[in-house]
Every structure is written in C-alpha cells, then in structure tokens.
C-alpha cells in the first residue's frame, strides 16, 4: 500500500530532551515536506525537501532540524523541544511537488 | 505571499442536503489547487487535485471548480451523509512560480452533517 508513516504516533517529552520524528514513504516520492497544525493558525510549513540532500525552510524552520540522506525518509529533528513545539505535526509526499499525500500525524506536547 | 482563505469556518446541515465550501486565494499563479479531509485528530486524505488548466474535477458525489482569474475554488457535496463530517482544507502551491512543493493551507471549514 503506497503511504507515507509516521512514528511515533503520540510523544511526550520533557523540554531540552533531544528528539526525532521519522517520515518514511514507499512512492519513491522526490518531495517531501513537515508541517505543523496549531489551533486558530492551521497548517505552516516547517522544512521541504525537493531531493535527497536537497532541502529548504518553510515558514515556521526555528527549533527543527531535517535531513534528507535517503529518498524514502526525511526525519524532523528537535533538538532542544521546548513548550511552544508542542503541536501536531504532519509529513507530506509527492512525486511532482504539486500533489501531497500526508502521513497521519504526530502528536508532541512538550511540558 | 499567498493567502488562502475558507467560507464559512463552520457549516452544519441535515442529511441529505447538498452543499458548497468555498476557497479563494489571493495570488492566482498557481499550478493546481488540492482538496483534503481531516477528520479529528487524523491525518489529510487527498479529496480532488485540480491542475491550472482544469475548470473541474469529479469524484462520486464531490466535484470541484477552479477559477484562476478570480482566485476561487469550490467543493460541492451532493446528497451529504454523516460520514462526511469532517474538517475541509484546501490548500494550493507555491505562488512563485517555481515547483518547491511548499503548500499553502486555508483555515479549513468544519463540515457537521446531522441525521
């Protein structure tokens, strides 16, 4: 089945406790994007990726990290998480960076 | 920069009744424009992608319009049913020009559909 998954699925973390949220996709998609969905702001982009090794900011980039070393997995990094990264984050995947197919969240608090 | 607006926030209908959500965007150099579904708590499930050149595209009782000179969009729901309550979101790319692959979300429209 083509998917894009995410894990974990739910995490609860202390703040400046490093963490990763792994995106995986079986399209052989070129793009891949991050985004987080926050109450009364909707949908912002975080960081995309055109190709391997081939990424870029979004709107919201500041406390995230990613890398793309493989086409299948683009993983967000956060490396000190703090209280206001607290969201739901989506990873996204497409093969002509038009049309997206969404993984099906993850959900962080950070207390 | 592109804004994405949707009408209305919120819309609760019986069953049975058809309706229309809206989007308009401000910046109409777009290359297609995509419909999601969000259930609560869930991920986006892809409804219809609308290419530039299309004026519509149908899937069972959805169809969707583009007017890239007026910066509308609209999903039309025929004969709605309560599996269809859900959150509604368009979304359309980048206004560069360019293929980043960088979504721009409307707020979305809360679709509650009652027996």
């Known amino acids: 089945e083509a998917q894009v998954t995410q894990n974990p699925r739910y995490l609860i973390t202390v703040t400046g406790k490093k963490l990763t949220v792994t995106c995986s996709q079986n399209m052989n998609h070129e793009y891949m994007s991050w985004y987080r969905q926050d109450p009364g702001l909707g949908l912002r982009q975080i960081y995309y990726s055109m190709n391997v090794e081939v990424t870029d900011k979004g709107d919201v980039p500041e406390g995230y990290k990613v890398s793309r070393k493989e086409k299948r997995n683009f993983p967000l990094i956060l490396e000190s998480p703090s209280p206001n990264q607290t969201s739901l984050y989506f990873c996204a995947s497409s093969r002509t960076g038009f049309g997206y197919t969404f993984g099906s969240g993850t959900r962080l608090t950070v207390v | 920069k592109q804004e994405v607006t949707q009408i209305p926030a919120a819309l609760s209908v019986p069953e049975g009744e058809n309706l229309v959500l809206n989007c308009s965007f401000t910046?109409?150099?777009?290359?297609?424009l995509q419909w999601f579904r969000q259930d609560p708590g869930k991920g986006l499930t892809s409804l219809l992608l609308?290419?530039?050149?299309?004026r519509e595209q149908t899937s069972g009782r959805l169809n969707a319009s583009l007017d890239k000179s007026s910066g509308r969009s609209t999903l039309y729901i025929a004969a709605s049913q309560p599996g269809d309550s859900a959150t509604y979101l368009c979304a359309v790319p980048y206004a560069g020009g360019t293929s980043y692959g960088k979504l721009t979300f409307g707020q979305g429209t809360i679709l509650t559909v009652h027996p």
């Open positions: 910046d109409s150099a777009i290359y297609n």
């Open positions: 609308i290419q530039s050149s299309q």
